[in-house]
């Protein structure tokens, strides 16, 4: 199992958090990018915080637009990931990179 399995949701969002800060972006703007994706607002997000990525995964309900994310994170593209865990993890990664990036709230949601 990959470490990054074992790794807790927590640890993940702060790391986000701190990314996007930098970016000039807000903790709203990344957990409104984070509800849309999982089906959870902040409040409940925040109570999965002590959740490995693999019982965080498990626990939420990804939006049926996620295979919309298409792209490349670490130097692999999201939508050829095999692992179904790992896919979901990079998936995470990838709109908050577009967050990051300046991306309009509306473009990651695949709403234009």
Same mark, same amino acid.
């Given at each position: 199992?990959?470490?990054?399995?074992?790794?807790?949701?927590? $640890?993940?969002?702060?790391?986000?958090?701190?990314?996007?800060?930098?970016? $000039?972006?807000?903790?709203?703007?990344?957990?409104?990018?984070?509800?849309?994706?999982?089906?959870?607002?902040?409040?409940?997000?925040?109570?999965?915080?002590?959740?490995?990525?693999?019982?965080?995964?498990?626990?939420?309900?990804? $939006?049926?637009?996620?295979?919309?994310?298409?792209?490349?994170?670490?130097?692999?593209?999201?939508?050829?990931?095999?692992?179904?865990?790992?896919?979901?993890?990079?998936?995470?990664?990838?709109?908050?990179?577009?967050?990051?990036?300046?991306?309009?709230?509306?473009?990651?949601?695949?709403?234009?």
């Amino acid at each position: 199992m990959a470490k990054i399995f074992e790794m807790k949701f927590g $640890n993940i969002y702060s790391l986000y958090l701190k990314k996007v800060q930098r970016k $000039n972006r807000t903790q709203k703007e990344l957990d409104e990018v984070l509800a849309w994706l999982t089906g959870l607002d902040a409040e409940k997000l925040q109570k999965l915080r002590d959740y490995t990525l693999v019982d965080f995964f498990q626990t939420v309900q990804l $939006n049926s637009k996620i295979k919309q994310i298409t792209g490349v994170v670490c130097g692999i593209r999201v939508e050829l990931i095999e692992d179904e865990l790992m896919q979901k993890i990079r998936y995470m990664d990838k709109i908050v990179d577009e967050l990051a990036k300046g991306w309009s709230i509306d473009r990651i949601k695949r709403q234009s």
